[in-house]
């Protein structure tokens, strides 16, 4: 299972948006289509909005844990009672 900031939910219909750049990140972002396996310009900038996403929501689960109250130590017997757990002993 992924972890829930790895998950997208978009919907099939794709809208459209056009943005200026200047020579110097339109070649970058070209560099970067044509050395990374990008089809399109618009493939890479979906990729990149979608790490966008991602940190913004790792960042939230990270704040809403530091928020927390502490729970169990993660210390040697602890690791030990999850292989337990993971072996189903």
């Not at 939230?60 to 844990?65: C, K, Q, T």
């Amino acid at each position: 299972m992924l972890p829930i900031f790895a998950i997208h939910d978009y919907p099939a219909r794709m809208s459209t948006m056009n943005i200026s750049l200047p020579e110097a990140l339109k070649s970058f972002v070209d560099q970067q289509v044509a050395g990374r396996g990008f089809g399109t310009s618009s493939e890479y900038v979906r990729e990149l909005i979608r790490k966008d996403q991602d940190r913004q929501r790792l960042r939230g689960l990270l704040l809403e844990g530091g928020q927390s109250a502490p729970g169990a130590t993660a210390d040697a017997p602890y690791f030990e009672r999850l292989r337990s757990r993971v072996r189903g002993v």
